[in-house]
Protein backbone atom coordinates (compact mmCIF):
# COMPACT_ATOMS: atom_id res chain seq x y z
CA UNK A 1 0.00 0.00 0.00
CA UNK A 2 1.29 3.59 -0.90
CA UNK A 3 -0.16 6.70 0.66
CA UNK A 4 1.94 10.05 -0.32
CA UNK A 5 0.37 13.61 0.48
CA UNK A 6 1.69 16.85 -0.56
CA UNK A 7 1.45 20.54 0.77
CA UNK A 8 3.04 23.52 -0.14
CA UNK A 9 1.52 26.86 1.85
CA UNK A 10 3.08 30.38 1.17
CA UNK A 11 2.33 33.40 2.57
CA UNK A 12 3.10 36.87 3.16
CA UNK A 13 2.09 38.75 6.00
CA UNK A 14 1.87 42.77 7.06
CA UNK A 15 1.55 44.38 10.19
CA UNK A 16 1.79 48.10 10.83
CA UNK A 17 0.99 50.61 13.21
CA UNK A 18 -0.26 54.54 11.99
CA UNK A 19 -1.37 55.92 14.96
CA UNK A 20 -4.27 54.82 17.02
CA UNK A 21 -4.51 52.30 13.97
CA UNK A 22 -3.34 49.19 13.44
CA UNK A 23 -3.68 47.13 10.26
CA UNK A 24 -2.71 43.60 9.70
CA UNK A 25 -2.77 41.04 5.91
CA UNK A 26 -2.18 37.79 4.94
CA UNK A 27 -1.81 37.08 1.41
CA UNK A 28 -0.99 33.74 0.24
CA UNK A 29 -1.55 30.32 -1.69
CA UNK A 30 -1.44 26.88 -1.09
CA UNK A 31 -1.68 23.62 -3.26
CA UNK A 32 -2.61 19.91 -1.81
CA UNK A 33 -2.60 16.49 -3.76
CA UNK A 34 -2.67 13.13 -2.45
CA UNK A 35 -2.30 9.73 -4.23
CA UNK A 36 -3.16 6.06 -2.84
CA UNK A 37 -2.20 3.26 -4.35
CA UNK A 38 -2.76 -0.07 -2.86
CA UNK A 39 -2.66 -3.83 -4.23
CA UNK A 40 -4.11 -6.98 -2.81
CA UNK A 41 -2.37 -10.41 -3.82
CA UNK A 42 -4.31 -13.91 -2.23
CA UNK A 43 -3.22 -17.30 -2.94
CA UNK A 44 -3.55 -20.84 -1.10
CA UNK A 45 -1.75 -24.25 -0.82
CA UNK A 46 1.67 -23.35 0.00
CA UNK A 47 3.99 -26.05 -0.16
CA UNK A 48 6.13 -24.85 3.17
CA UNK A 49 5.80 -21.65 5.80
CA UNK A 50 9.10 -20.71 4.69
CA UNK A 51 7.78 -19.70 1.04
CA UNK A 52 6.25 -16.06 1.29
CA UNK A 53 5.47 -15.09 -2.47
CA UNK A 54 2.21 -15.44 -3.89
CA UNK A 55 3.53 -16.82 -6.61
CA UNK A 56 4.95 -19.59 -4.51
CA UNK A 57 0.80 -20.69 -4.01
CA UNK A 58 -0.20 -23.56 -6.21
CA UNK A 59 -3.46 -21.83 -5.77
CA UNK A 60 -3.35 -18.10 -6.48
CA UNK A 61 -6.84 -16.74 -5.64
CA UNK A 62 -7.24 -12.94 -6.09
CA UNK A 63 -5.98 -9.95 -6.91
CA UNK A 64 -7.30 -6.27 -6.39
CA UNK A 65 -5.40 -2.87 -6.94
CA UNK A 66 -7.26 0.46 -6.13
CA UNK A 67 -5.65 3.53 -7.34
CA UNK A 68 -7.03 7.39 -6.38
CA UNK A 69 -5.30 10.52 -6.50
CA UNK A 70 -7.00 14.38 -5.64
CA UNK A 71 -5.85 17.93 -5.72
CA UNK A 72 -6.73 21.21 -3.98
CA UNK A 73 -5.59 24.47 -5.37
CA UNK A 74 -6.25 27.51 -2.90
CA UNK A 75 -5.97 31.81 -2.87
CA UNK A 76 -6.44 33.87 0.28
CA UNK A 77 -6.36 37.18 1.65
CA UNK A 78 -7.52 38.15 4.93
CA UNK A 79 -7.15 41.67 6.61
CA UNK A 80 -7.99 43.39 9.94
CA UNK A 81 -8.04 46.94 10.94
CA UNK A 82 -7.99 47.80 14.94
CA UNK A 83 -8.80 51.47 15.89
CA UNK A 84 -7.79 52.15 19.41
CA UNK A 85 -8.92 48.35 20.43
CA UNK A 86 -12.53 49.83 20.41
CA UNK A 87 -13.82 49.16 16.64
CA UNK A 88 -12.48 46.08 15.32
CA UNK A 89 -12.93 45.32 11.36
CA UNK A 90 -11.99 41.61 9.90
CA UNK A 91 -12.57 40.58 6.33
CA UNK A 92 -11.32 37.16 3.91
CA UNK A 93 -11.50 36.24 0.58
CA UNK A 94 -10.18 32.62 -0.78
CA UNK A 95 -10.27 30.96 -3.99
CA UNK A 96 -10.39 26.85 -3.98
CA UNK A 97 -10.25 25.00 -6.71
CA UNK A 98 -10.94 20.99 -5.81
CA UNK A 99 -10.20 18.42 -8.50
CA UNK A 100 -13.27 16.48 -7.07
CA UNK A 101 -16.01 18.56 -8.91
CA UNK A 102 -17.21 19.21 -12.75
CA UNK A 103 -14.27 20.92 -15.11
CA UNK A 104 -16.34 23.83 -15.72
CA UNK A 105 -17.26 24.01 -11.68
CA UNK A 106 -14.08 23.34 -9.59
CA UNK A 107 -13.57 26.83 -8.19
CA UNK A 108 -15.72 28.36 -5.19
CA UNK A 109 -15.01 31.81 -4.02
CA UNK A 110 -15.50 32.10 -0.40
CA UNK A 111 -16.06 35.56 1.63
CA UNK A 112 -16.27 36.57 5.27
CA UNK A 113 -16.80 39.52 7.02
CA UNK A 114 -16.81 40.76 10.77
CA UNK A 115 -16.58 43.31 13.21
CA UNK A 116 -16.18 44.23 16.93
CA UNK A 117 -17.95 47.16 19.01
CA UNK A 118 -16.29 47.61 22.25
CA UNK A 119 -18.35 49.71 23.68
CA UNK A 120 -17.39 49.40 27.45
CA UNK A 121 -14.35 51.95 25.94
CA UNK A 122 -16.67 55.16 25.02
CA UNK A 123 -16.34 58.33 26.73
CA UNK A 124 -20.09 58.10 27.65
CA UNK A 125 -19.49 54.72 29.09
CA UNK A 126 -16.95 55.49 31.78
CA UNK A 127 -19.28 56.74 34.51
CA UNK A 128 -20.39 53.46 34.85
CA UNK A 129 -18.36 52.22 37.19
CA UNK A 130 -19.93 48.09 37.55
CA UNK A 131 -19.82 48.11 34.12
CA UNK A 132 -16.26 46.47 33.06
CA UNK A 133 -17.13 45.73 29.68
CA UNK A 134 -19.51 45.83 27.01
CA UNK A 135 -19.05 44.90 23.40
CA UNK A 136 -21.26 43.79 20.33
CA UNK A 137 -19.62 41.32 17.64
CA UNK A 138 -21.44 40.58 14.20
CA UNK A 139 -19.94 38.10 11.45
CA UNK A 140 -21.41 36.84 8.09
CA UNK A 141 -19.17 34.71 5.80
CA UNK A 142 -19.36 31.51 3.08
CA UNK A 143 -17.57 28.58 3.38
CA UNK A 144 -17.51 25.60 0.97
CA UNK A 145 -16.88 21.86 1.51
CA UNK A 146 -15.59 18.85 -1.28
CA UNK A 147 -15.91 16.25 1.29
CA UNK A 148 -16.84 13.65 -1.16
CA UNK A 149 -14.72 10.81 -3.21
CA UNK A 150 -11.99 11.20 -5.90
CA UNK A 151 -13.98 10.71 -9.26
CA UNK A 152 -17.89 11.68 -8.63
CA UNK A 153 -18.10 13.88 -11.45
CA UNK A 154 -16.63 11.39 -13.83
CA UNK A 155 -18.40 8.57 -16.13
CA UNK A 156 -16.43 5.49 -14.71
CA UNK A 157 -15.90 2.52 -16.14
CA UNK A 158 -15.02 -1.00 -14.60
CA UNK A 159 -12.83 -4.24 -15.82
CA UNK A 160 -12.43 -7.85 -14.53
CA UNK A 161 -13.86 -10.65 -13.81
CA UNK A 162 -17.77 -9.25 -13.70
CA UNK A 163 -16.96 -7.42 -17.08
CA UNK A 164 -15.57 -10.38 -19.05
CA UNK A 165 -17.68 -11.18 -22.20
CA UNK A 166 -17.69 -15.58 -23.41
CA UNK A 167 -14.29 -15.59 -22.35
CA UNK A 168 -12.80 -12.39 -23.28
CA UNK A 169 -11.88 -9.00 -21.19
CA UNK A 170 -14.13 -6.59 -21.50
CA UNK A 171 -15.29 -3.08 -20.02
CA UNK A 172 -18.44 -1.57 -17.77
CA UNK A 173 -19.72 1.55 -17.28
CA UNK A 174 -19.77 1.77 -13.18
CA UNK A 175 -20.38 5.58 -12.68
CA UNK A 176 -22.99 7.62 -14.40
CA UNK A 177 -20.82 11.28 -14.87
CA UNK A 178 -22.11 14.62 -13.26
CA UNK A 179 -20.38 17.34 -15.01
CA UNK A 180 -22.75 20.09 -13.11
CA UNK A 181 -21.25 18.69 -9.62
CA UNK A 182 -20.04 21.73 -7.51
CA UNK A 183 -19.31 22.90 -4.25
CA UNK A 184 -21.45 23.06 -1.22
CA UNK A 185 -21.82 25.75 0.05
CA UNK A 186 -22.38 27.31 3.53
CA UNK A 187 -23.80 30.66 4.91
CA UNK A 188 -23.23 31.68 8.33
CA UNK A 189 -24.48 34.86 10.45
CA UNK A 190 -23.25 35.31 13.99
CA UNK A 191 -24.72 38.30 16.13
CA UNK A 192 -23.23 38.78 20.08
CA UNK A 193 -23.26 40.70 22.58
CA UNK A 194 -20.92 40.32 26.11
CA UNK A 195 -21.14 41.87 29.49
CA UNK A 196 -19.06 41.44 32.53
CA UNK A 197 -19.94 43.41 35.69
CA UNK A 198 -18.75 44.40 39.21
CA UNK A 199 -15.05 43.84 38.75
CA UNK A 200 -15.52 40.67 36.31
CA UNK A 201 -17.41 39.18 38.65
CA UNK A 202 -20.44 38.26 36.80
CA UNK A 203 -20.17 38.10 32.75
CA UNK A 204 -22.61 36.99 30.41
CA UNK A 205 -22.69 35.82 26.72
CA UNK A 206 -25.44 36.15 24.08
CA UNK A 207 -24.48 34.60 20.59
CA UNK A 208 -27.37 34.45 17.50
CA UNK A 209 -26.63 32.23 14.76
CA UNK A 210 -28.40 31.26 11.57
CA UNK A 211 -26.22 28.15 9.53
CA UNK A 212 -27.96 27.89 5.89
CA UNK A 213 -26.08 25.32 3.87
CA UNK A 214 -26.86 24.61 0.14
CA UNK A 215 -26.28 22.42 -2.91
CA UNK A 216 -25.83 19.64 -0.20
CA UNK A 217 -23.50 16.68 -2.06
CA UNK A 218 -26.07 13.62 -1.68
CA UNK A 219 -25.81 10.26 -3.19
CA UNK A 220 -29.20 10.39 -5.00
CA UNK A 221 -30.49 6.37 -5.37
CA UNK A 222 -31.76 5.81 -9.36
CA UNK A 223 -33.84 3.20 -10.84
CA UNK A 224 -32.05 0.31 -11.26
CA UNK A 225 -33.46 -0.19 -14.70
CA UNK A 226 -30.68 2.29 -16.07
CA UNK A 227 -27.72 0.30 -14.70
CA UNK A 228 -26.93 2.56 -12.37
CA UNK A 229 -27.70 2.66 -8.68
CA UNK A 230 -26.91 6.39 -7.43
CA UNK A 231 -25.12 9.75 -8.61
CA UNK A 232 -23.35 11.99 -6.81
CA UNK A 233 -25.60 15.45 -7.18
CA UNK A 234 -25.77 18.87 -5.74
CA UNK A 235 -29.74 18.18 -4.18
CA UNK A 236 -31.70 19.97 -1.12
CA UNK A 237 -31.07 22.33 1.76
CA UNK A 238 -30.39 22.47 5.13
CA UNK A 239 -30.54 25.51 7.70
CA UNK A 240 -29.54 25.77 11.78
CA UNK A 241 -30.19 28.74 13.75
CA UNK A 242 -30.67 29.23 17.45
CA UNK A 243 -28.96 31.32 20.09
CA UNK A 244 -26.18 30.22 22.96
CA UNK A 245 -26.37 31.66 26.65
CA UNK A 246 -23.40 31.39 28.56
CA UNK A 247 -23.38 32.66 32.69
CA UNK A 248 -20.14 32.96 34.22
CA UNK A 249 -20.20 34.24 38.69
CA UNK A 250 -17.81 34.61 40.72
CA UNK A 251 -19.60 33.93 44.29
CA UNK A 252 -16.81 34.10 46.42
CA UNK A 253 -12.85 34.26 45.88
CA UNK A 254 -10.62 33.96 48.61
CA UNK A 255 -6.51 32.75 49.42
CA UNK A 256 -8.56 29.12 51.27
CA UNK A 257 -11.47 29.27 48.83
CA UNK A 258 -13.05 30.17 45.82
CA UNK A 259 -16.54 29.25 44.59
CA UNK A 260 -17.74 29.80 40.76
CA UNK A 261 -20.16 29.03 38.73
CA UNK A 262 -21.78 28.34 34.86
Given at each position: MLFRSW????????????????????????????????????????SSDALRNVSSAATPTSTQNNRS???????????????????????????DGSSRFGSENRYGTFWAVSGGWVVSEEKFMKGLGFLNQLKLTASYGL????????????????????SDYSGGAGLRPIQIANPDLKWETTTQLDLGISIAILNNRVSLDV?????????????????????????????????NRG???NLNTVNIQTKKFEWKTN
Open positions: LTTNTLNLDRQFGDLALGAVAGFSFETALYDFTYVEGRNFQWALNSQFVRTNFRYKDRYIVEGSVRRNGNDRIGDFPSLGLFGSGVANYYNKKTSDLLLDIPLPLLNGFASITRNAGEMEVDI
